[in-house]
C-alpha cells in the first residue's frame, strides 16, 4: 500500500489530527473545527483560528484543485487561498448565500453565472507570467469518451449493457471529432467543469477585484466560482 493510497484512507478523525498539524495551523490556536456536510463531494471542514475562518478540504489524489483556485484566486474568480499542498486546499471562509437559493429568476441566475465562466475563460488569454501559465499547461485536457468510461466503471452492468455503451461512447466520441472539426480556430480555454448554481457564492465578507481584461475590469465582485476539481481545458461551450 503507497502512503498516498494510505492518506486516501484516512478517518474522519485522522483528517482533523492533519488539519491542525499544517503549517497554516500548527503554530497558532485552532478553536474549532466542524465538519460541512451539505453539497460537497470530498471531505470539507470549517477551521475556526486565532478568530479567523477557514474553509479545508481534503483533496483526492494528484488533485488539480489547489493550483487551479490559486490561479483563479489572483484573477478574483475563487476565495483566497492560504494554503495548498497536494492534499490539503485551505481557503477564505465565505460567508453568503449560495445561487442556487438565491430567490432571483433562473435567467438572471444563468445571467450570473455566465458572466463568471466567462471571466474565467479569458484567464487563458490573459497570463501574466510564467508560473500562471505553468498552471494552465498542467490543466488536463476534456476528454469525454474517458470522463464517461470512469462513470461506468462506478455501475453495474450486465455484459450486453457494457457493450451497447461502449458503442455509443464510439459513436459520441466520432461525432465530437467532427464537431471540432466543423469549426474554424475553435480556441480552448480554461473550463470550471462543474458550472452549477451551487458553485456560486454570493460573498458578504469578500469582494475581490477582478484583473481579467473587459467590461468587468478592475471592478469589485461579490460573487465567485467554487469547487474547481473538475476544471479542465476544453472548448468555451463546455464551460
Not at 485522522?14 to 495551523?25: A, G, I, T, V
Not at 463531494?41 to 490559486?70: D, M, T, W
Not at 490561479?71 to 497536494?86: H, M, N
Not at 458503442?167 to 469549426?183: E, M
Request: proline share 3%; with cysteine; glycine share 2%.
Amino acid at each position: 500500500m503507497t502512503f498516498d493510497h494510505e492518506l486516501h484512507l484516512l478517518t474522519d478523525e485522522q483528517k482533523l489530527h492533519q488539519l491542525r498539524q499544517l503549517p497554516c495551523f500548527a503554530q497558532q490556536t485552532v478553536s474549532n473545527i466542524s465538519v460541512i456536510e451539505a453539497g460537497l463531494s470530498q471531505a470539507s471542514f470549517h477551521v475556526v483560528c486565532e478568530g479567523k475562518s477557514y474553509f479545508a478540504k481534503y483533496l483526492v489524489e494528484n488533485s488539480i484543485e489547489p493550483r487551479v483556485s490559486q490561479l483563479t484566486a489572483a484573477y478574483g474568480l475563487s476565495p483566497k487561498v492560504i494554503y495548498a499542498e497536494q492534499h490539503w486546499l485551505i481557503t477564505e471562509f465565505i460567508v453568503g448565500q449560495g445561487l442556487e437559493k438565491s430567490k432571483q429568476s433562473e435567467d438572471k441566475k444563468l445571467a450570473i453565472t455566465i458572466s463568471l465562466l466567462r471571466q474565467c475563460h479569458a484567464i487563458s488569454c490573459h497570463v501574466q507570467d510564467n508560473k500562471e501559465q505553468a498552471v494552465l499547461s498542467s490543466v488536463p485536457t476534456l476528454d469525454i469518451p474517458v470522463i464517461i468510461c470512469q462513470l461506468l466503471q462506478q455501475l453495474k452492468l450486465s455484459k450486453s449493457q457494457t457493450q451497447a455503451l461502449k458503442s455509443l461512447i464510439y459513436l459520441l466520441q466520432q461525432n465530437l471529432v467532427k464537431a471540432y472539426s466543423d469549426v474554424d480556430n475553435i480556441k480552448l480555454v480554461l473550463c470550471h467543469g462543474d458550472a452549477n448554481f451551487s458553485n456560486v457564492m454570493a460573498a458578504k465578507n469578500s469582494f475581490a477585484t477582478a484583473k481579467v481584461t473587459g467590461t468587468d475590469k478592475d471592478r469589485e465582485i461579490a460573487r465567485q466560482l467554487l469547487d474547481f476539481e473538475c476544471a479542465r481545458i476544453a472548448p468555451p461551450s463546455m464551460i
